[in-house]
């Protein structure tokens, strides 16, 4: 080492001829306190930048490299090849709930098929529009179709859904059918949401938040090839993510009243 200042070279800690055998032994020279602060805070930036880099490239390559996600229909996979196959009205057959486990944009998506009425009184109940982010079934004029994202916000499972459970702890019973409305409700804690609230997080259970909003359009898919996406009739068709950190943050109409999104009007053409 020539100076305090200096990075301490490969001859620093070797043995000097003062130290072979016969000679008393002669102490190593210690990093001085300025070396060692240094060194710790180099430590301390590596540490940070390396994964922020890791992070910048992974976007770039993760659509080549897992087939392309991104906005565009929500999808399975198919069980045998795991080609991607979208999501369709189709899919939604059957009395409600019907509840589909899908994907979309990389992360679990969920799609529900859900009576408008109990969407009517949710927002009579809440005060507000809980049905701004659904959309009108196309063939079944008493059913409503929505999505969100299916990541748990305590620490990320896919959420599932069970039919006979009340749809809130204060309301179980949205419409007054004398039936369960169901609840969202994440396997690995127990963490749960309202479905007709926004997906808001039931109080009492891990999630700190309500689970993200995905708006959605319904309509013809024209394919795309590059992402090995086929074509399909009345897909679902994520648009956008609405990110929720706090109860009800994405409620954006400021008239209160039920209504069904009009999202064929403001997301554009399919
Ligand atoms: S990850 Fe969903 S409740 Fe814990």
Not at 6 to 31: I, N
Not at 76 to 97: S, W, Y
Not at 135 to 144: C, F, K, L, N, Y
Request: proline share 10%; with cysteine.
């Amino acid at each position: 080492m020539t100076d305090g200042h200096a990075t301490p070279g490969p001859d620093d800690f070797r043995p000097t001829p003062a130290e072979m055998p016969g000679q008393p032994p002669k102490k190593e020279p210690l990093l001085s306190r300025r070396d060692f602060i240094r060194r710790s805070v180099q430590l301390a930036v590596a540490g940070a930048l390396i994964p922020g880099a890791l992070s910048q490239l992974l976007p770039a390559v993760a659509p080549d490299a897992l087939g392309g996600g991104g906005a565009g229909p929500i999808i399975r996979r198919d069980a045998a090849t795991n080609a991607k196959i979208p999501i369709t009205v189709a899919d939604l057959a059957g009395a409600p709930p019907v509840v589909i486990t899908a994907e979309w944009n990389f992360l679990p998506a969920v799609v529900y098929k859900v009576h408008k009425a109990k969407l009517q009184k949710s927002a009579e109940k809440r005060g507000y529009n809980t049905a701004q982010y659904a959309v009108q079934h196309p063939t079944e004029d008493d059913m409503a179709i929505m999505v969100y994202q299916g990541k748990c916000k305590h620490l990320g499972c896919t959420v599932g859904f069970n039919k006979g459970l009340g749809a809130s702890k204060d309301e179980p019973d949205y419409d007054g059918d004398g039936l369960p409305d169901g609840r969202i409700l994440c396997p690995c804690h127990q963490g749960q949401y309202d479905i007709h609230d926004l997906a808001l997080n039931v109080p009492g259970t891990p999630p700190p938040a309500p689970l993200n909003v995905i708006r959605f359009n319904v309509g013809a898919y024209a394919g795309d090839a590059t992402r090995a996406l086929p074509a399909a009739a009345d897909a679902i068709i994520g648009a956008e993510l609405l990110v929720q950190d706090k109860p009800r943050q994405a409620n954006a109409d400021p008239n209160k009243a039920f209504a069904l999104g009009s999202m064929a009007a403001d997301l554009g053409a399919l």
